[in-house]
């Protein structure tokens, strides 16, 4: 094959290439480029011609160090932001000035007839591939966020709770503060569902997940641990103060009218066990604890609060 086929058809191929190509001269100017590149960045390669590549890539461009983006830079393996081999990630500049992520190869290609060093870059438009990344790192995100989220309310779910009473275990051991955890349950629940749907059950089981949330501090922990039934950690509480608290978040739900329709509105109670969260414990041990004494409230007629021991 004859140089002069070998050169027509290294043309037709960058010609024809999905991948935009630069070709620069060892001054780091624009020589050449191919129809994709002026169809990813906007220029034509009249406006291109003789620029530098920092033109293209503005943002590799660092003027407190009277630095500019260089070819040569991209070439050499010591760099250390290479992530591998002579791939990197940079921000190509469009003539309508919009940033596009792309991924560079560069290299050195055989000497100009002249002897000068010539060097090439092939660039990737990699829009759609960050788009999937962005796509995929929201599901994992998601994901973990369901993993720890009560779907219908948004409140922390059982498993979240029991993690945070875990570490509510050890910051009062380290730190030996009063600490204490409530489980709450909405009295007659099966009754309202039976009654007037499960759409009504939901609405209600959001509406007071709302009015625990009011209620409560930023630094105190609310979750849903079973179907009608809520966990509350208040951290740097003692008893009494807890009672306090409870009785309030008690009053405001009994206070609350929850809108069936028309004009029929619902009202709801709960009934609340609480204890001190005692370093020496497990997790299960405390909420076992908080347990029995809400199993008392509601034997002793419903609508009241209940400490351990009872």
Do not use: W
């Amino acid at each position: 094959m004859s140089e002069f086929l070998v050169a027509d058809i290294s043309q037709k191929i960058v010609e024809h290439s999905i991948d935009a190509i630069i070709v620069l001269d060892s001054e780091n100017k624009i020589n050449l480029v191919n129809p994709a590149l002026e169809v990813l960045s906007g220029f034509h390669f009249d406006e291109l011609k003789d620029k530098s590549l920092d033109y293209l890539f503005p943002k590799e461009t660092y003027p407190e160090e009277n630095k500019t983006a260089q070819i040569t830079n991209y070439i050499s393996k010591e760099e250390s932001h290479y992530a591998t081999g002579h791939l990197r990630e940079l921000e190509l500049n469009t003539k309508l000035g919009a940033s596009i992520p792309v991924e560079i190869r560069a290299f050195e290609i055989s000497p100009a007839t002249d002897g000068t060093k010539l060097f090439a870059t092939i660039i990737r438009d990699i829009r759609e591939r960050k788009r999937m990344e962005d796509q995929r790192t929201l599901l994992i995100n998601s994901l973990k966020l369901l993993a720890y989220m009560d779907e219908l309310t948004l409140l922390p779910n059982r498993r979240s709770f029991y993690d945070s009473v875990q570490k509510t275990i050890a910051i009062v051991k380290r730190r030996s503060r009063d600490s204490v955890l409530a489980v709450m349950d909405i009295d007659l629940f099966k009754t309202i569902n039976d009654s007037y749907g499960h759409d009504i059950g939901d609405m209600v089981l959001k509406g007071i997940s709302k009015i625990f949330t009011d209620c409560l501090r930023e630094e105190d922990t609310i979750g849903r641990i079973g179907g009608e039934e809520f966990g509350c950690i208040l951290p740097d509480t003692d008893v009494e103060s807890a009672a306090l608290v409870l009785d309030r978040i008690r009053e405001s739900v009994k206070a609350h009218r929850f809108f069936i329709f028309d004009n029929f509105y619902l009202n709801v109670t709960i009934s609340m066990g609480y204890t001190k969260v005692h370093p020496s414990q497990q997790a299960e041990e405390i909420i076992k604890f908080a347990d029995i004494a809400l199993y008392q409230a509601k034997n002793s007629g419903r609508d009241r609060i209940q400490v351990y021991p009872v």
